[in-house]
């Protein structure tokens, strides 16, 4: 029996270093894996604000991760001053899922809240709930380019917000074969794992005529964020991840791919 991506091939718009599980998982199932790179993780100019937050901790009620790359990129910070996971102990710290709780806890860390609803909007209907505001410390570790909903709102409601740059994402260099593919629209489907993804997608196909390729590829999306992105283009999201991380984008991939695959198979018994 052929493996269920078999004959389909698939755009991973991050780099093997961010994307590895995914890139892996997609070829084991038969897949073709096209590497395009879209975006790059680099250090942030400074880490003053980040050095000053990781010396304070103690100040904190909660550290909030939005992403795994983040964990990754302040547990390294926390190394290089010379600190570990003890230096959190007197925090409290919230995941934004299931994915960066994994990386909490493969750095010893268990988060004391991950929301259902994996992604901003979720921390701070959590947040709510559990009576966090009025003069709350909270120290958010992230990319510096990021959306502002979750420190805002959380200051609306009083609360004292640190965000602490621990990385940028840059645009990536795609792949001038990928690019090829792309312009003759000759694959079945691109995943996109972040706003920027997506956007620097753009950037990088500039000048192509794209049209025959939203004619035939799948657009997969690891989560409504990202999907609010891509629709906000005019486009249609075909795959969505039930959850925010690569295991479950794998499997909408699949589900996907076996759907369009019995719709296109005559049925047996016609006149």
Do not use: K
Request: hydrophobic share 45%; glycine share 8%; proline share 5%.
């Amino acid at each position: 029996m052929d493996a269920p991506l078999a004959g389909t091939s698939v755009v991973v718009t991050r780099s093997r270093a961010q994307a590895g599980a995914l890139i892996d998982a997609l070829a084991s199932l038969g897949a073709e894996v096209l590497e395009f790179p879209t975006i790059e993780r680099v250090e942030p100019e400074s880490w003053d604000t980040a050095d000053e937050a990781i010396h304070d901790l103690e100040v904190y009620d909660w550290v909030v991760f939005t992403s795994a790359n983040a964990v990754e990129q302040f547990f390294a910070r926390m190394e290089t001053l010379g600190f570990d996971a003890r230096a959190l102990s007197g925090c409290r710290i919230a995941a934004v899922g299931p994915a960066t709780a994994a990386r909490c806890h493969a750095h010893g860390i268990t988060p004391d809240y991950v929301p259902d609803e994996h992604r901003a909007e979720g921390i701070i209907e959590g947040f709510c709930e559990r009576g966090v505001g009025e003069e709350s410390r909270i120290l958010i570790p992230r990319a510096l380019e990021a959306r502002e909903i979750l420190p805002e709102t959380l200051r609306e409601r009083g609360a004292r917000v640190d965000v602490a740059p621990v990385y940028r994402t840059v645009r990536g260099p795609g792949d001038p074969a990928v690019l090829e593919r792309l312009a003759e629209g000759s694959v079945d489907v691109l995943t996109f794992t972040s706003p920027s993804t997506f956007t620097n997608f753009l950037a990088l196909a500039e000048g192509i005529d794209l049209a025959r390729l939203w004619e035939r590829a799948a657009i997969a999306s690891i989560g409504p964020v990202t999907s609010d992105a891509v629709r906000a283009h005019g486009l249609t999201v075909h795959i969505e991840a039930a959850e925010y991380t690569a295991a479950r984008l794998v499997d909408a991939i699949v589900a996907h791919v076996a759907a369009s695959r019995g719709a296109s198979t005559p049925s047996d018994g016609g006149s």
